[in-house]
Structures are given as C-alpha cells and as structure tokens.
C-alpha cells in the first residue's frame, strides 16, 4: 500500500520568506501525487497536483512542487510567504479502496503559521 | 468551478441516535465518492468509498452497520451514524470524482458533536 510522510507537523515562517513543505511518499507503481489545503474548519482544497509528464507542478495561489523520483519526493514551495497562506496542508498520494477503485492516502498534515 | 456540499456543516446530538450527513456534487455527475474522517490534530482517513446504485466499499476496520452509506443519485451520497456514540464525535469530510475528468473535488466537512 500506498504511503506519505510529511516531516514537521508544525512550519512556521515570516512573511515574505520562502515556504518549504516537505512530502516523501512510498508507491509501488509509478504515483499520482496531491498537495491540498486546508483553512480552519473547512474542507480541502486542491493546490496542485502531478500525474505524468513535467515534474515540477505550478498550483493556485503560487505554490508549486517538484515531484523527484530518485528521492520519492514532492515538497511543496512559495518563494514568498503571505498571511492567508497560514493553514494546514496535506499532501496525498493515490492508491487502491478494498473495492479496487483509486482513492487518496494523505499525509498527517503540515500546520504552516506565518509571522508577520 | 466544481462544488461539492456537505450538510449540516455542524450537528449536535444525543448518544444513541442516528444523524445523517449529505454530500452533494452540485454542478457535475460523480458515480464514485468517498467518506472521510479527520481526527484533531490528525490526518484524513478514508471510511469507505460510495458507489452509485450499489453497496459502499468500507475500509479495513470500519463498521459498516454503524456508518451506513447510501449514493442513490449521481449527485447525492448520504452517511449516517447509527447509534451515536461520544467517540463518534469527528469531522466528517466527503468527496466527489467527477465522472468526465477524473478530478476529486471535497466538500467543506461536518461537524459531529455526540453528547
């Protein structure tokens, strides 16, 4: 089975520095892999997403992440923090239900805080 | 853009009853859908997984007579909590796969206060 380690379950960063969210997954095929976003009591919402063809992935709201097979990586980046980017963030990599149909397996979850 | 909505948003109810949390994808058809619970400080684990027209896939672990599923329409999948429990006490979060694309898209999640 499918498998993601988010390392740091707390980031904290200033405004204006760079955001790094680090995702290391464990896939037996070849992965799709999910960043999404979470605001305090609120679903989820998609960042981005890599499925086949260019391993770095631009997403909403500047992120973007570089999917690196050699180290089964997919960290997730901003070059510039900003206060609304303060939540929780998941990554997720596909995998198969009991039934055989796709579904995801996330991440415990990277809290971001941004100081201003 | 792709909305999926969840009702109630927030529940409270009594130990021993049944509540029952909607999910509906409003502007697209999605025979598959997916029930998830977060716990505090926890990530999302995958319930079950809510086919169209036929029984729900539970997740190792889950039981399937207290979280019962039903995905009657392409538009509308239904979980309730039989027997409410304290511990039953969660965020509930569902998703839809839209059927022409692939793309998951989640609703905004439930919350489950059992006491």
């Known amino acids: 089975a499918q498998s993601v380690t988010q390392l740091g379950s707390h980031v904290s960063v200033s405004e204006g520095a760079l955001v790094l969210l680090r995702c290391n997954y464990s896939?037996?095929?070849?992965?799709?892999l999910f960043w999404y976003v979470q605001y305090p009591n609120q679903g989820l919402q998609l960042l981005l997403k890599?499925?086949?063809?260019?391993?770095l992935v631009k997403g909403i709201n500047g992120f973007e992440a570089e999917f690196k097979k050699s180290e089964t990586s997919f960290h997730l980046t901003k070059p510039s923090a900003h206060m609304s980017d303060a939540a929780e963030y998941f990554c997720?990599?596909?995998?198969?239900?009991?039934?055989?149909?796709?579904?995801?397996?996330f991440g415990k979850g990277t809290k971001l805080t941004v100081n201003p | 853009g792709a909305v999926v909505s969840q009702h109630p948003s927030r529940v409270i109810c009594k130990s021993g009853t049944s509540v029952k949390i909607e999910c509906r994808s409003l502007d697209f058809q999605a025979t598959t859908m997916f029930w998830y619970r977060q716990f505090p400080k926890k990530s999302l684990m995958l319930m079950a997984t809510?086919?169209?027209?036929?029984?729900?896939?539970?997740e190792q672990g889950v039981e399937k007579d207290k979280f019962l599923i039903n995905h009657a329409s392409l538009t509308l999948s239904t979980l309730t909590v039989t027997s409410a429990h304290p511990e039953d006490s969660s965020f509930y979060i569902c998703?839809?796969?839209?059927?022409?694309?692939?793309?998951?898209?989640f609703g905004e999640g439930s919350w489950l206060t059992v006491v």
């Open positions: 809510s086919n169209e027209g036929s029984k729900a896939t539970y």
């Open positions: 896939s037996s095929v070849p992965p799709y």
């Open positions: 998703s839809a796969r839209r059927d022409s694309g692939n793309t998951i898209y």
């Open positions: 890599y499925t086949t063809g260019a391993t």
């Open positions: 997720a990599v596909s995998d198969l239900t009991q039934g055989g149909s796709e579904k995801l397996v």
